[in-house]
């Protein structure tokens, strides 16, 4: 049988190069070696307030992205969580095998709880969500990016509990991190991971960013004191913006040096610019393209809704007579 891959992206903002290069990147590039099924995980965003109308658009202009950046949509399904009701009955499902502690220890939970005024019960029970998401499809492959690796745990664990309750039931998913650009940091503090939801405009290089927006992002981004780029001493600003360029390049470590080392950090800065540039803007024409024609798009969902709600079901169905719950005969 071939193994199934998943993975998702909430429409929670504007995607980021760290969602590229962590994520999505790398399903356009191992897709054809799994079935592959790409979710929108629009129940994962409301675990926060979304505006009504912006999270509308946001799931279809993540889609558009999904196939502008080379998700192939005559192969891989891509499915906008919600239009399957499995993956919230799931959720509960494994909410009831799921140890409140093994929530509590969440680090993701604890920052975004910290940014909240009011913490909604979703934003603590969000991982339960996500192990459902993947255990619903018997996923054998989760690529992540470095954030993610703590839930995939959790997921592993639940899915073990359950087992180990209820008889063999779910496949052991494995986490599967791409090898530069796990953890695109922010580029105004290259202390804090880069993400949809942060503010200022110096943060984040958008997917859909013009390129003289993105250059502007970049040669502000923070570096350090030192002269230029000297691979012993630098500090996590050089070090991402060098990340960066590594993981759209594919350069090897050793041309990095090569290249690199002593560089002054404009020059290095215009370099990253003009390497990400090129990266995004044959997806950004790609993306004006596909979002012309909508009923395109609505078609894609659709039939990724289509050819995954069946294999959901069973597992749902399975679930059910494993814990004894009432399933009519037929
Ligand atoms: N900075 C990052 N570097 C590398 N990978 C990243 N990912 C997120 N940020 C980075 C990966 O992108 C995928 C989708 O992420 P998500 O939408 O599920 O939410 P997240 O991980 O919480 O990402 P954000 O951008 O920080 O969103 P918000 O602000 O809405 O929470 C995941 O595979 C993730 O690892």
């Known amino acids: 049988m071939i193994p199934r891959v998943l993975s998702g992206i909430q429409p929670s903002g504007n995607l980021h190069i760290g969602n590229y290069l962590g994520a999505l990147g790398n399903w356009v590039k191992i897709q054809h070696q799994y079935e592959s099924i790409f979710c929108i995980v629009d129940l994962h965003a409301i675990t926060v307030y979304q505006k009504p109308e912006e999270l509308r658009s946001k799931i279809r202009e993540i889609a558009g992205i999904f196939v502008a950046a080379g998700i192939d949509p005559e192969h891989s399904r891509i499915v906008v969580q919600s239009t399957v009701p499995a993956h919230a009955e799931l959720a509960w499902l494994l909410t009831c095998v799921t140890p409140m502690g093994w929530l509590e220890r969440m680090t993701q939970f604890k920052a975004k709880a910290a940014a909240?005024?009011?913490?909604?019960?979703?934003?603590?029970?969000?991982?339960?969500?996500?192990?459902?998401?993947?255990?619903?499809?018997?996923?054998n492959v989760v690529p992540v990016g470095e954030d993610q690796m703590q839930h995939l745990e959790l997921a592993r664990d639940i899915a073990q509990r359950f087992n180990s309750l209820y008889g063999d039931t779910f496949t052991m998913p494995a986490t599967k991190l791409p090898s530069v650009g796990a953890r695109i940091m922010g580029l105004d503090d290259p202390t804090a991971k880069m993400s949809k939801s942060a503010s200022g405009s110096g943060h984040a290089v958008a997917l859909l960013d013009p390129p003289d927006r993105i250059k502007k992002t970049i040669m502000r981004a923070t570096t350090d004191s030192n002269p230029g780029v000297d691979f012993e001493t630098m500090g996590p600003g050089v070090a991402n913006l060098l990340a960066i360029f590594q993981a759209f390049s594919g350069w090897t470590d050793d041309a990095m040096r090569t290249n690199f080392s002593g560089m002054r950090y404009g020059d290095l800065k215009k370099q990253v610019a003009e390497m990400t540039i090129s990266c995004l803007e044959p997806m950004q024409k790609r993306y004006q393209e596909i979002t012309a024609d909508p009923e395109y798009l609505d078609g894609i969902l659709q039939r990724g809704a289509d050819v995954v709600t069946p294999i959901a079901n069973a597992t749902v169905k399975l679930v059910k007579e494993r814990m004894g719950i009432y399933t009519p005969a037929r």
């Open 116 to 139: 909240q005024e009011s913490i909604g019960d979703g934003l603590f029970q969000y991982p339960v969500l996500m192990a459902a998401d993947i255990l619903l499809y018997q996923a």
